[in-house]
């Protein structure tokens, strides 16, 4: 196969890793990497991944060095890379959720708002951000670049940082105090332009996408389907959330079986007022991908 029928899939290194993969995996890809290789394989023979910091993914996506990856809103904005977004894929697993970029300062501190840091030390990783958002307020600080470790710096080593939190634990645990929340951020598809406007690399991205968005819209639902007396159908779909329902008939004709769709957190009590109600054999079904 021919170098321009191969797609350059780049692939978050670092905290987003294994939850990639995983999401990969639950689309029907088999990506597997070794120690120390940067190279992944995957079951695909149209694709070539490789796995790249998430910090510096999109300028290489904007340069055509990849066609197009995933990585945080965060990082494109921080870049300023000129990349096309093709899908949030925000989903409810470990560094796939929304996480804040906030400032903050010691609890405590003389700080309370943000004029009250002009000229003030703020360190932070996301130098472009932090600049832009002092800048559009008419706020002049010093912004210091932040190795690592930048939720300990205050009160000795920065007035203020602007750092990243999902579950503001860290926040807490470090005695800190939130002013404004600068952005909220997302895993994103992004894209090449040029691989975008090619219609045999659009189209396998887009074919990619259907995949990964159907195993998103899997991962908080499940399948339930019970056995249901035909005098009590319409009691049974009273419990059922508005979703269209499969009503099959069975070999016993007085029964039928009911199939339905449905958020995973709803079964645990919807299950005992089903069996109330007179469904029997009602069985839960993990879901793999939804495709709507």
């Given at each position: 196969?021919?170098?321009?029928?191969?797609?350059?899939?780049?692939?978050?290194?670092?905290?987003?890793?294994?939850?990639?993969?995983?999401?990969?995996?639950?689309?029907?890809?088999?990506?597997?990497?070794?120690?120390?290789?940067?190279y992944?394989?995957?079951?695909?023979?149209?694709?070539?991944?490789?796995?790249?910091?998430?910090?510096?993914?999109?300028?290489?996506?904007?340069?055509?060095?990849?066609?197009?990856?995933?990585?945080?809103?965060?990082?494109?904005?921080?870049?300023?890379?000129?990349?096309?977004?093709?899908?949030?894929?925000?989903?409810?697993?470990?560094?796939?959720?929304?996480?804040?970029?906030?400032?903050?300062?010691?609890?405590?501190?003389?700080?309370?708002?943000?004029?009250?840091?002009?000229?003030?030390?703020?360190?932070?990783?996301?130098?472009?951000?932090?600049?832009r958002?002092?800048?559009?307020?008419?706020?002049?600080?010093?912004?210091?670049?932040?190795?690592?470790?930048?939720?300990?710096?205050?009160?000795?080593?920065?007035?203020a940082?602007?750092?990243?939190t999902?579950?503001?634990?860290?926040?807490?645990?470090?005695?800190?105090?939130?002013?404004?929340?600068?952005?909220?951020?997302?895993?994103?598809?992004?894209?090449?332009?040029?691989?975008?406007?090619?219609?045999?690399?659009?189209?396998?991205?887009?074919?990619?996408l259907?995949?990964?968005?159907?195993?998103?819209?899997?991962?908080?639902?499940?399948?339930?389907?019970?056995?249901?007396?035909?005098?009590?159908?319409?009691?049974?779909?009273?419990?059922?959330?508005?979703?269209?329902?499969?009503?099959?008939?069975?070999?016993?004709?007085?029964?039928?079986?009911?199939?339905?769709i449905?958020?995973?957190?709803?079964?645990?009590?919807?299950?005992?007022?089903?069996?109330?109600?007179?469904?029997r054999?009602?069985?839960?079904?993990?879901?793999?991908?939804?495709?709507?």
């Amino acid at each position: 196969m021919s170098d321009e029928r191969k797609l350059r899939l780049a692939l978050p290194k670092g905290s987003l890793q294994q939850t990639t993969f995983d999401l990969f995996a639950r689309a029907g890809f088999d990506i597997r990497v070794s120690p120390r290789s940067y190279y992944p394989s995957i079951n695909d023979p149209e694709v070539e991944c490789i796995l790249i910091r998430p910090q510096e993914m999109a300028r290489y996506i904007e340069q055509g060095v990849m066609d197009c990856g995933i990585t945080g809103l965060d990082w494109v904005l921080e870049t300023g890379a000129e990349v096309e977004e093709l899908a949030d894929l925000r989903a409810p697993w470990p560094n796939y959720g929304a996480v804040r970029w906030i400032l903050a300062v010691k609890d405590g501190s003389p700080f309370a708002s943000l004029d009250d840091l002009a000229g003030k030390r703020i360190a932070t990783e996301v130098v472009g951000l932090t600049h832009r958002y002092f800048d559009e307020r008419g706020v002049d600080a010093q912004i210091e670049f932040s190795w690592g470790a930048t939720e300990v710096k205050p009160p000795v080593l920065a007035d203020a940082i602007v750092d990243v939190t999902e579950t503001g634990s860290s926040l807490r645990a470090n005695q800190l105090k939130v002013l404004d929340v600068l952005l909220e951020s997302t895993p994103r598809f992004v894209a090449n332009r040029a691989a975008a406007n090619d219609d045999w690399k659009r189209g396998k991205m887009d074919r990619i996408l259907m995949l990964l968005n159907a195993a998103i819209a899997a991962a908080t639902r499940v399948g339930l389907s019970m056995n249901v007396p035909r005098e009590s159908v319409d009691s049974i779909l009273a419990l059922l959330p508005d979703s269209s329902p499969t009503i099959s008939p069975l070999s016993d004709e007085s029964w039928v079986d009911v199939f339905v769709i449905i958020e995973e957190e709803r079964v645990r009590d919807l299950i005992p007022r089903l069996s109330e109600s007179g469904a029997r054999v009602i069985v839960e079904t993990p879901l793999n991908k939804i495709i709507d």
